[in-house]
């Protein structure tokens, strides 16, 4: 717990203060970072699995996709031009380089759950001057964690019934609920710190940090399914601690296109 604590001080404290320092070049540069990283381990975790995995390729795609993101117009055109064209390269490049489903499949599957999923990040760093800012995409990663940091502490010390006890024994019912309330609470007191904070109602507050929870904790558990399924800890060994960056940031891969949609098309 300690190495754990000491861990997670020293990458928030590095994290806002490259933020604080070079704003959006900083934020793409830690999502370009955390896609390449996790997608190095998911590779990892899915050959362990027996899959028959185009680890490179994956890869490749991990840090080009968010970097193209960052570049291209920021319009529905440009957008929906970006998806269809990586996802023909998927396609094509399996079916050509491996002629194996199994590969295409998995190259789909690590397509989606990581880089496409932490682009919505990118999609935020890019809007930072309209209603979205970067204290509302600090808001989303702070309630998602405080749903970890709740569902950790609460669970560890109370926890009596499974949540899902064949993919993550660990994980508790009352686990859960201590994540909702934490991430509840933080996600009414951050607001404050923040005079430019998108305009959310204490209600809109709530129900998305509730949103968000249930998002998180989901997330969990598909690392957790995968890392039962290659019969792996963690991730990797990266963070002292923690394990690998996947199991970082696992929780916010189903929260970055939550928060998205749910700022950009549900708030006031």
């Known amino acids: 717990m300690k190495k754990r604590t000491l861990s997670s001080i020293f990458l928030w404290g590095t994290l806002l203060g490259s933020v604080y320092y070079f704003q959006k070049s900083a934020i793409v540069t830690w999502i370009v970072l955390i896609s390449l990283f996790s997608q190095i381990e998911l590779s990892k975790m899915l050959q362990a699995a027996g899959l028959n995995t185009w680890s490179a390729f994956d890869t490749w795609m991990a840090v080009v996709f968010p970097v193209t993101l960052w570049f291209i117009p920021l319009t529905a055109q440009a957008l929906g031009s970006a998806y269809l064209t990586f996802l023909m390269i998927i396609c094509l490049s399996a079916i050509v380089k491996t002629k194996n ?50 569902g950790l502490v609460i669970g560890s010390t109370m926890g009596k019934h499974h949540l ?92 970055a296109p939550i928060g998205y949609f749910l700022i950009k098309y549900c708030s006031i």
């Open 164 to 255: 899902a006890l064949n993919i993550s024994p660990q994980k508790t019912w009352e686990g859960v609920v201590g994540g909702i309330l934490l991430a509840c609470i933080a996600g009414l007191l951050i607001p404050y710190c923040f005079p430019n904070f998108t305009s959310l109602s204490c209600f809109q507050k709530i129900t998305f940090s509730c949103i968000l929870a249930m998002g998180a904790v989901v997330s969990d558990l598909i690392e957790s399914l995968l890392k039962r399924q290659s019969q792996q800890k963690d991730s990797g060994g990266l963070i002292p601690g923690i394990g690998g960056v996947l199991d970082l940031v696992d929780s916010l891969l189903l929260n």
């Open 101 to 150: 489903a199994v590969s295409l499949i998995s190259s789909l599957f690590s397509f989606w759950y990581i880089p496409f999923n932490l682009h919505f990040l990118i999609l935020f760093a890019r809007t930072v001057h309209t209603n979205f800012s970067t204290s509302t995409l600090f808001w989303i990663v702070a309630v998602t964690k405080m749903t970890d940091i709740g």
